[in-house]
């Protein structure tokens, strides 16, 4: 299969290239693909793929507060555009999302068919751009995730590493609620939905949940550092977007596909002890 992955060098990126290998890729990256620009149809249709993976985005959530125009104009506009040339092209499009577009007010899994109400300007960026993915390309999959981590690129567990070996206590947030998702893990279930006929709206994330605290001391629990943990609320971690506090998401979709994801707690261990030497040796 002919497969064009933008966000080719990002860390869900990293390990599609990797799954898909076997496949015939096409990799968009910046700067030579920019959703910024006129030419991304150009690009996607010149390349003739049968499949599109649009894991490219604005993924600063606390940025997208200073730079909403922007935010969406790369995950709404330019998400326009790859769909449109995923439909001229006769590509199939998977559309990476997120669980941000939910408002956390649910209190129990959110479901596909719950309706988004996001929060902050990157949720609503996001949400934007999955109508319009949905809206110009009938061959359409949004995918929503969260939580992502992986060896490529930053992340909360690779954040946190570094951290607890350079401080002697660390204050993580407690009240929010999510599933942490291995990249690795993502691509492989991404590789197994490209062999189905899945539209619409699937959740993919890690199987359980937990909070940013509870990831927090699991993660420094594999380091065998003696560093505190001290849980505080969203309110003291005074961050620039408001966040959800309730984001676990069903992933009934999927599993009814055949497809699910490792719990958290197995692919972090899984994580930890594969990648850790290599991954944390540059820890940004």
Not at 78 to 91: I, M, S
Not at 126 to 135: C, D, H, P, V, Y
Not at 138 to 148: F, K
Request: proline share 5%.
């Amino acid at each position: 299969m002919r497969i064009l992955i933008t966000g080719a060098k990002g860390q869900l990126g990293h390990e599609l290239r990797r799954v898909l290998h076997r496949e015939t890729l096409e990799l968009a990256e910046l700067p030579e693909f920019d959703l910024l620009k006129p030419d991304v149809s150009e690009r996607i249709c010149a390349a003739q793929p049968e499949a599109v993976i649009h894991a490219a985005g604005y993924t600063d959530v606390d940025g997208a507060e200073r730079e909403a125009e922007l935010a969406m104009a790369i995950n709404a506009g330019g998400t326009e555009q790859v769909a449109r040339a995923a439909a001229k092209a006769g590509a199939r499009l998977l559309y990476l999302s997120t669980d941000y577009v939910f408002d956390g007010h649910k209190g129990s899994p959110y479901r596909e068919m719950d309706e988004p109400n996001p929060i902050n300007a990157y949720g609503r960026s996001k949400r934007e751009g999955e109508r319009l993915a949905l809206t110009w390309c009938p061959n359409t999959l949004v995918i929503r995730t969260a939580w992502l981590y992986g060896a490529h690129g930053k992340n909360f567990v690779k954040t946190i590493v570094r951290l607890a070996r350079d401080q002697p206590e660390l204050r993580v947030v407690a009240d929010q609620h999510g599933c942490p998702t291995h990249a690795g893990d993502l691509a492989a279930a991404l590789g197994r939905v490209l062999a189905t006929d899945l539209r619409g709206v699937v959740h993919a994330t890690g199987s359980g949940s937990c909070t940013w605290y509870e990831f927090a001391c699991a993660i420094v629990s594999f380091t065998g550092l003696s560093v505190k943990v001290v849980p505080i609320t969203t309110a003291e971690a005074k961050r620039e977007a408001p966040r959800p506090l309730y984001t676990v998401l069903a992933n009934r979709v999927l599993a009814e596909a055949g497809i699910t994801l490792p719990h958290w707690e197995e692919a972090l261990g899984r994580f930890m002890g594969e990648f850790g030497a290599r991954a944390f040796s540059e820890v940004s």
